[in-house]
């Protein structure tokens, strides 16, 4: 019924694919304006003195902590007094809107290179995570390994597929581990385990096939340290700014791997555990598909989560199908009011009931885990309640254009879902080529 996955997205608990087609292979993000982004959002009003600046900010090729940070020196502004709705895709051309807590005019000391800043305007809200509908997508495909008639044949017939099923598999995408080094839920996991040295030693130490070289001989300098940071005198460069903020930390206090990791952004600290449970959630829905289960059709046992008007799941207000209540909830997803879902696990430890509560207590058995690890002593930013997370992602407006040695996707998705995980379904091709 659904396809298999062999690439490294399997290491992440991406086991399957909706469709068993065949795909172009091929190559995403070949340039930066092959992958663009624009953030569909509802704007803080404008208010003449507000305390915030809103402004619209473009970048190419720029990753969403390393573009606050830089930000906030070069306003010589807190990097907490910038706000935004969410990170987006490093190599990537994306326009998103964010706030500062700062007069208008500290925006004319940004001189970064691929950095355009436009519609400046006052309010009195700032911009906060989550503040977003969605995205919107134009992403061009190159170097396929097929022939341009069997592009035509695959991309119309996956297309097909998912507007039949009304999406695809609502994974966690590839972004969320680390495309070139995917080892935030490593991290995670080793926090949640209560082993924070582990957790810094994984960040410093773990390598990538696809880092530069001076990255990896950085790495095994930091290993050899074997936790000693005391004589390290190497000059870091400059992609590895957050490894050089623990082993700073280490070399003033050493031992105090708590402290290292409370020194990281508070969005990167999230990020770990998240990324853990993100991986869990993966294998719960790779669980699900190799069940042979729907994931456009509740059965009974099946968390639903309505929709609000605008499309929002209303993750406060779960339903249980029952036998009782089945052909209602049936009716409510069919119509587009309701989404099948199922647990990100986490400290308030909600499991679904029937076969896929069975699937997602087995996952969180095998991991021996527990709700109380989700619960961090001395790191709050590395907490997490957990949710509900649908496992179908709606598509709006999907639509290709063939080219003569590439194809373009354009559609939009709600906040919190991958394009890559639209995208796979197209290539089926390793993740590094994302």
């Known amino acids: 019924m ?14 399957y694919y909706l469709t068993d087609i065949a795909g172009t292979g091929g190559r995403l993000k070949k340039t930066a304006q092959d992958f663009v982004v624009r953030e ?7 208010v003449a003195n507000g305390k915030f600046t809103i402004a619209d900010i473009t970048t190419t090729n720029w990753e ?16 907490e007094r910038i706000g935004f709705a969410g990170t987006k895709d490093k190599r990537a051309v994306t326009t998103q809107k964010m706030s500062f807590e700062c007069e208008p005019d500290k925006l004319d000391l940004v001189e970064l290179k691929d950095i355009e800043i436009t519609n400046p305007y006052r309010s009195n809200r700032p911009i906060r995570m989550g503040d977003l509908h969605g995205n919107g997508f134009e992403i061009t495909v190159r170097d ?9 044949d695959t991309v119309s017939s996956v297309t097909e597929t998912v507007n039949s099923v009304g999406g695809f598999p609502n994974y966690f995408g590839v972004q969320r581990f680390g495309t070139s080094r995917p080892v935030t839920h490593i991290v995670g996991e080793r926090i949640v385990r209560g082993d924070l040295k582990g957790a810094v030693d994984a960040y410093l130490f773990l390598p990538s096939e696809f880092e530069e070289d001076d990255v990896k001989e950085t790495r095994e300098a930091l290993k050899r340290c074997n936790g000693d940071y005391s004589g390290f005198d190497i000059e870091m460069p400059k992609i590895m700014g957050f490894e050089k903020l623990l082993v700073d930390h280490l070399i003033k206090r050493p031992d105090d791997y708590r402290g290292a990791i409370a020194e990281m952004p508070s969005n990167l600290q999230m990020m770990f555990t998240h ?6 959630y993966n294998l719960m829905l ?11 059709t509740p059965v009974v046992g099946d968390t639903v989560i309505p929709l609000d008007g605008d499309g929002v799941p209303m993750h406060d207000e779960p339903v249980t199908a029952t036998s009782k209540n089945i052909r209602l909830v049936e009716k409510q997803v069919k119509k587009g009011r309701a989404l099948v879902a199922i647990t990100v696990y986490g ?10 509560g069975e699937i997602e207590r087995k996952v969180i058995s095998d991991a021996n885990l527990d709700k109380k690890d989700f619960i961090v002593p001395g790191l709050g930013n590395c907490s997490a309640k957990g949710n509900w997370r649908e496992i179908l992602c709606p598509v709006n407006d999907l639509k290709y254009e063939i080219g003569e040695d590439s194809y373009s996707m354009m559609f939009s998705l709600s906040k919190g879902n991958y394009a890559t995980c639209l995208m796979r379904e197209f290539l089926k091709t390793d993740m590094n080529r994302y």
Do not use: W
């Open 2 to 15: 659904y396809g298999h996955c062999s690439t490294a997205e399997a290491d992440i608990g991406m086991l």
């Open 64 to 79: 969403t902590n390393r573009l606050i940070r830089l930000l906030a020196r070069t306003m010589r502004i807190s990097r």
């Open 40 to 46: 569909i959002s509802d704007a803080p009003a404008e």
């Open 286 to 296: 790779s669980g699900k598909m190799e069940h042979g289960l729907p994931l456009n």
């Open 144 to 152: 396929y390994d097929v022939s341009k008639e069997q592009v035509l």
């Open 347 to 356: 400290s308030d430890g909600m499991f679904s009931e029937g076969e896929m």
């Open 275 to 280: 990324a853990y449970q993100s991986y869990l």
